[in-house]
T-cell receptor
Framework: EAGVAQSPRYKIIEKRQSVAFWCNPI?????LYWYQQILGQGPKLLIQ????????DSQLPKDRFSAERLKGVDSTLKIQPAKLEDSAVYLC?????????????FGQGTRLTVV | AQSVTQPDIHITVSEGASLELRCNYS??????LFWYVQSPGQGLQLLLK??????LVQGIKGFEAEFKRSQSSFNLRKPSVHWSDAAEYFC???????????FGPGTSLSVIP
């Protein structure tokens, strides 16, 4: 079974520039998450999708961050404009809620450096 | 609101010694509990999970964890640590299979040869 795919693996941008990350979840997984992990901290949930609908985006800085999952499969997370404090690893995860409870499976992440 | 605390920021153990990593959670109902491991440059890998039933759960790589409702704890243990166990360990909690997973701040484990 293929895992959660993320690209790019690394990205360096200047502050005020824009950046986009892509995630392809495990086939059949209806739930998709984007987490932000700042160095030395645990992952923080940014947004959770159930199919193509948003379940929770309470911690997403909506003035600069946006995410979409138009067809209920892959997803993109965008930052515009980026700030220095956005430097972090952005993790995508997916799970398959339902009668059979599963855990979230994580991709390897995209490491963003804002200079 | 759900929350997870991991009191130990960093732990150092000798190879072959036993290990216990602490995790405490705050949640009103019975939570779903997880332990993940993150090696440098890698994504998060699930070690074990607790949903219901036997409070002592076995995971991969020789790890186990015990759910203690009275103490709101879910501590991770390993009887004999290997050098390859050096990594960051995260405890996490969720309320249902549809709910978000909340992570603790993590415990960094170093292993001395």
């Amino acid at each position: 079974e293929a895992g959660v795919a993320q690209s790019p693996r690394y990205k360096i941008i200047e502050k005020r520039q824009s950046v986009a990350f892509w995630c392809n979840p495990i086939s059949g997984h209806a739930t998709l998450y984007w987490y932000q992990q700042i160095l030395g901290q645990g992952p923080k949930l940014l947004i959770q999708f159930q199919n193509n609908g948003v379940v929770d985006d309470s911690q997403l800085p909506k003035d600069r961050f946006s995410a979409e999952r138009l067809k209920g499969v892959d997803s993109t997370l965008k930052i515009q404009p980026a700030k220095l404090e956005d430097s972090a690893v952005y993790l995508c995860a997916s799970s398959s809620p339902g009668q059979v409870i599963t855990e979230a499976f994580f991709g390897q992440g995209t490491r963003l450096t804002v200079v | 609101a759900q929350s997870v605390t991991q009191p130990d920021i960093h732990i150092t153990v000798s190879e072959g010694a036993s290990l216990e990593l602490r995790c405490n959670y705050s949640y009103g109902a019975t939570p779903y509990l997880f332990w993940y491991v993150q090696s440098p440059g890698q994504g998060l890998q699930l070690l074990l999970k607790y949903f219901s039933g036997d409070t002592l759960v076995q995971g991969i790589k020789g790890f186990e964890a015990e759910f203690k409702r009275s103490q709101s704890s879910f501590n991770l243990r390993k009887p004999s640590v290997h050098w390859s166990d050096a990594a960051e360990y995260f405890c996490a909690v969720s309320s249902t299979s549809y709910d978000k997973v909340i992570f603790g701040p993590g415990t960094s484990l170093s292993v001395i040869p």
